[in-house]
């Protein structure tokens, strides 16, 4: 029932070497999640039956840095918090994405407070920001094949001189229309 049933019997296929790396390299992302509020129970249902991220190959979520290549920080990030984050990024293997999602992941959100990090991409390199307070599952999936494009291009993340990673810094719009007020809404004077 595989795909050796619908070729031909001793066939061969020509390609290049990077071509291969590179689709099986998109076709596993292990990631790991950074799951601190609540972003990271869409990013559970991301894995759940309904949205399945199996269907994209990144359903082996790690929770050892080193076995994982796409850091999914979900949910704010208090200034306590991140030296852990920035352990864990160091820890992943390379190459290695990093997904921001939600709005306390990429600006704090509306924790504008001293304790609180306005933004994660100011202490570790951020290469797809997924929008939403909090993003819809789908959203975060949009934000993996984002990534997978990347890896299909060849597009290993680049660095400056010094060895210092950059983030690619791509911004994933929004692909979800709220559905207008059943009810209009008054102030109720
Ligand atoms: S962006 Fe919204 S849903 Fe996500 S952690 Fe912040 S407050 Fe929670």
């Not at 050892?64 to 852990?84: F, H, N």
């Not at 994660?120 to 984002?146: N, T």
Request: a positive charge; charged letters at 15%; aromatic letters at 8%.
């Amino acid at each position: 029932m595989g795909i050796e049933a619908a070729l031909p019997v001793d066939t061969f296929l020509t390609t290049q070497l990077q071509r291969v790396i590179n689709w099986a390299r998109r076709s596993s992302l292990w990631p790991m999640p950074f799951a601190t509020a609540c972003c990271g129970i869409e990013l559970m249902a991301t894995a759940c039956s309904r949205y399945d991220v199996a269907r994209f190959g990144a359903e082996a979520v790690r929770f050892s840095p080193r076995q994982s290549d796409m850091l999914i920080v979900a949910g704010r990030i208090s200034i306590k918090t991140m030296p852990v984050l920035q352990r864990i990024y160091l820890q992943m293997s390379e190459p290695k994405w990093v997904i921001s999602m939600g709005a306390c992941a990429s600006t704090g959100g509306v924790f504008d407070t001293y304790a609180v990090v306005q933004g994660c991409d100011q202490f570790i390199p951020v290469d797809v920001y997924v929008p939403g307070c909090p993003p819809r599952p789908e959203q975060l999936i949009e934000g993996i094949m984002a990534i997978q494009r990347i890896v299909d291009s060849d597009g290993i993340p680049p660095r400056v001189q010094g060895g210092k990673r950059v983030g690619l810094n791509l911004a994933v719009a929004p692909n979800y229309q709220p559905r207008p007020q059943p009810v209009p809404m008054t102030l109720g004077v």
